[in-house]
């Protein structure tokens, strides 16, 4: 089973920066995606970005040209890269892998790290 374990976020003001890694520990084989998302309370988790197994990048509409993701296969991180943050950027943000690993395909969740957007 892999472990992921988030860092990165704060306290930011509107038009801010932040990044956001993600490091995973464990055997796995396959990586078929890494992705980020977000949840604010009383809402659902929403996915933000996806870095597919072929390197292709999704975004969510709301964070298109403003996020980027990113992966570092050498240490099994992956990123994001949040500009120009919004208020309604703040959220508790999650990265979750999609792996496969002693022949079966599993997901595993970080435990999430803050973002506050506020002057």
Same mark, same amino acid.
């Given at each position: 089973?892999?472990?992921?374990?988030?860092?990165?976020?704060? %306290? !930011?003001?509107?038009?801010?920066?932040?990044? %956001?890694? =993600? !490091? *995973?520990?464990? +055997?796995? &084989?396959?990586?078929? #995606? $890494?992705? @980020?998302?977000?949840?604010?309370?009383?809402?659902?988790?929403?996915?933000? *970005?996806?870095?597919?197994?072929?390197?292709?990048?999704?975004? #969510?509409?709301?964070?298109?040209?403003?996020?980027?993701?990113? +992966?570092?296969?050498?240490?099994?991180? =992956?990123?994001?890269? $949040?500009?120009?943050?919004?208020?309604?950027?703040? #959220? !508790?943000?999650? =990265?979750?892998?999609?792996?496969?690993? *002693?022949?079966?395909?599993?997901? &595993? @969740?970080?435990?999430?790290?803050? !973002? #506050?957007?506020?002057?």
């Amino acid at each position: 089973q892999v472990q992921l374990v988030e860092s990165g976020g704060g %306290l !930011v003001q509107p038009g801010g920066s932040l990044r %956001l890694s =993600c !490091v *995973a520990s464990g +055997r796995f &084989s396959i990586i078929y #995606a $890494m992705n @980020w998302y977000r949840q604010v309370p009383g809402k659902e988790r929403e996915l933000v *970005a996806t870095i597919r197994q072929d390197g292709l990048l999704n975004y #969510a509409d709301s964070v298109k040209g403003r996020f980027t993701a990113s +992966r570092d296969n050498v240490k099994n991180t =992956c990123y994001l890269q $949040m500009n120009s943050l919004k208020p309604e950027d703040a #959220a !508790v943000y999650y =990265c979750n892998w999609d792996y496969r690993a *002693a022949g079966t395909s599993r997901l &595993s @969740w970080g435990q999430g790290t803050q !973002v #506050a957007v506020s002057s």
